[in-house]
């Protein structure tokens, strides 16, 4: 499914456990890998991404990826930007051309 204004509220992902992130495409592309908050496996993908920020940490007494709290898109000229928050865990913020979700099989 490809983000638009009509899908948006597809896209807030709050409650998602964050399994893995990595680039795609020749590095191109950045992918994230998901459990979302109604258990479904889903990849997020944006293309051409740009100006990427990763900042996500965690102390010894948390396990496991960062669970999100809320993930905002907004449009612009030259496609989205994305700013996806893991409470005090941090953030991953940044631009591309469009956005795709993926449900795994499973």
């Known amino acids: 499914m490809q983000l ?3 899908n948006l509220s ?4 709050c409650d998602a456990d964050l399994l893995a992130i990595r680039w795609t495409a020749d590095g191109r592309d950045f992918s994230l890998d998901l ?4 258990e479904r496996s889903a990849n997020l993908t944006c293309t051409w991404a740009a100006g990427v ?3 996500l940490r965690a102390d010894s ?7 999100s709290t809320e993930c ?3 449009e612009s000229a030259d496609g989205w930007q ?3 928050a893991f409470g005090s865990r941090g953030v991953i913020e940044l631009r591309c051309q ?8 499973g």
């Open 35 to 38: 459990i979302l908050g109604d």
């Open 72 to 74: 905002r898109w907004t």
């Open 4 to 6: 638009s204004q009509q």
């Open 10 to 13: 597809e896209f807030t992902f």
């Open 61 to 67: 007494s948390e396990l496991g990826g960062p669970l």
């Open 82 to 84: 994305m700013s996806f």
């Open 53 to 55: 920020r990763v900042d």
């Open 98 to 105: 469009e956005a795709v979700l993926t449900y795994n099989a």
